[in-house]
């Protein structure tokens, strides 16, 4: 694992709830 990766996955998960709030 490198840093930049855990960064991309944090990105990912952070975009799928802010999906997640607009669809509310």
């Not at 930049?4 to 999906?19: K, M």
């Amino acid at each position: 694992f490198y840093d930049h990766d855990i960064e991309v996955i944090g990105n990912i998960h952070d975009n799928s709830e802010l999906l997640r709030s607009e669809e509310e």
